[in-house]
């Protein structure tokens, strides 16, 4: 027990564990040139499309879902992401962070990413090695920016939310999970091919390795 009162650390992966520039390529890029392939559109016109539809869905599971989103676009979204496990990159740091936060905390993955984006992830990483359990999204059926999520959460983690604490790269879930009374820290470098975002509101760090220097009893504000 640690900083608080907060026992347990709820640690996103996309963006938080992982650099997120690979994401971002992915519905930015691969995405949009699949669509554009597939219906004719030009690139341009498929972006647009692209970015309307996911904005329209922005917060809700269905932007995670591999089925929801090949059923909106038309494409087979599952062996579009096949081919990305090489690719993707741990942000710096991320592993010694889990290491030295097991010392004092229980260390618990929270994702919104697909069921089978998540065992992709996790196999391609081994992070699963540094961490005390994993819970996904999808099959507590809330993304971490509803409140019913946080209340499906307490049902399963008891430090939920009292002795929680999130750390997110995601803004609306950071909100989200003060709002439902976990305390929260916002990441605000998840893409390292662009620069850090600036976070006004609540307590924020570039990268999850930043954190390590407010371990373990400063680690809560
Ligand atoms: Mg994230």
């Known amino acids: 027990m640690a900083g608080d009162g907060v026992s347990t650390l709820f640690i996103d992966m996309d963006g938080t564990?992982?650099?997120?520039?690979?994401?971002?390529?992915?519905?930015?890029?691969?995405?949009?040139?699949?669509?554009?392939d597939l219906s004719g559109a030009s690139l341009a016109e498929a972006r647009r499309h692209v970015v309307a539809e996911l904005a329209a869905i922005q917060g809700t599971l269905a932007w995670y879902s591999l089925p929801r989103l090949s059923s909106l676009f038309g494409l087979d979204l599952?062996?579009?992401?096949?081919?990305?496990?090489?690719?993707?990159?741990?942000?710096?740091?991320?592993?010694?962070?889990?290491?030295?936060?097991?010392?004092?905390?229980?260390?618990?993955?929270?994702?919104?990413?697909?069921?089978v984006v998540l065992a992709m992830k996790l196999r391609a990483t081994g992070l699963a090695a540094w961490l005390d359990g994993v819970i996904c999204a999808h099959h507590l059926g809330a993304a971490k920016e509803e409140a019913i999520f946080y209340e499906r959460l307490a049902a399963l983690e008891p430090d939920c939310p009292l002795a929680g604490l999130l750390i997110d790269d995601n803004l609306a879930a950071v909100a989200a999970a003060r709002r439902a009374g976990l305390q929260a820290v916002a990441i605000a470098r998840p893409d390292r091919s662009r620069p850090a975002r600036d976070i006004t509101e609540g307590f924020a760090v570039e990268n999850i390795a930043a954190l390590k220097d407010f371990l373990p009893e400063r680690l809560t504000r």
Not at 21 to 35: G, I, K, N, S
Request: proline letters at 5%.
């Open 17 to 36: 564990l992982t650099d997120l520039a690979l994401d971002r390529l992915f519905f930015t890029e691969t995405l949009p040139q699949c669509f554009a």
């Open 78 to 115: 599952e062996a579009l992401t096949e081919g990305l496990a090489r690719a993707i990159v741990l942000q710096p740091g991320a592993i010694e962070f889990l290491e030295q936060a097991g010392e004092h905390y229980r260390r618990v993955l929270v994702t919104n990413a697909d069921p």
